[in-house]
């Protein structure tokens, strides 16, 4: 029963988020996601999730009848974690002073510090990023179609295909992987660290704290950061 709670509270809060960002996205464009490129990519997130999609419709008409629901406001925050590591946060907020004490109460916690916007920003780049499942197709047909599409590049595991281009062609990208291997499960703008910054088991242990707490934030949209960590560093975390 517990961890069913537990598990029901974690569905909870993400549900929060994606509804947070289906309203913003329809409030910034219009109620339809064929003509609306970013509550496209948000009602695909959502059904990457499980939501109902009666909750995703509800959440799309609330959002397009005028005065209806929250208005958020979107803030994009900056600081350093433990090792010196680069951190973006960005939210989705109806109270733009509760959220800043927040986020600011937790880096505070961690032994990390928030600074002006632009100066950790310039570490990364802004790219679109668009994941497929591994089965979808072979590495070799994902990398082809990718470039063929105008990506930058591409990354393949044995979990996901990451498809990484420039922040202005995502939209058309994504249309012609869509057109071949189907909807990806997400599709979205992201930053992209410049230069990796490494972490030993210490900074490490702490910075995770820092990240899980920050991405528990109901505000909290997205967590981008530049930290590198060796497979030693990481199994020794894990065990």
């Not at 929250?70 to 590591?85: K, L, M, S, W």
């Not at 990354?155 to 189907?182: K, M, Q, T, Y």
């Not at 934030?217 to 065990?239: G, H, I, K, W």
Request: aromatic share 6%; glycine share 8%; proline share 4%.
């Amino acid at each position: 029963m517990y961890r069913k709670g537990a598990q029901d509270a974690k569905r909870s809060k993400v549900f929060t988020k994606l509804i947070r960002e289906i309203t913003a996205a329809v409030r910034e464009g219009l109620p339809d996601p064929e003509m609306n490129p970013r509550l496209r990519a948000a009602v695909q997130a959502a059904r990457t999730a499980n939501m109902p999609r009666d909750n995703v419709a509800r959440a799309i008409k609330r959002a397009s009848q005028s005065g209806e629901g929250e208005a958020f406001e979107e803030i994009r925050y900056e600081g350093f974690g433990p090792g010196g590591v680069g951190l973006i946060v960005e939210a989705l907020t109806d109270n733009r002073n509760r959220t800043a004490a927040e986020v600011r109460a937790l880096f505070d916690r961690h032994d990390g510090r928030l600074v002006e916007t632009g100066s950790v920003s310039h570490q990364f780049a802004r790219v679109g990023m668009i994941h497929y499942a591994a089965d979808v197709a072979g590495a070799e047909a994902i990398f082809e179609a990718a470039v063929e599409a105008g990506a930058e590049d591409v990354e393949s595991g044995p979990e996901r295909h990451e498809i990484v281009c420039a922040a202005e062609d995502l939209h058309a990208v994504r249309e012609a992987l869509e057109a071949r291997f189907g909807e990806p499960r997400s599709a979205k703008l992201g930053w992209r660290p410049l230069v990796p910054v490494p972490v030993d088991d210490e900074a490490a242990e702490t910075l995770f704290k820092l990240l899980e707490a920050l991405e528990d934030n109901d505000d909290v949209q997205q967590v981008s950061s530049n930290y590198e960590m060796t497979d030693e560093v990481f199994e020794r975390l894990s065990a």
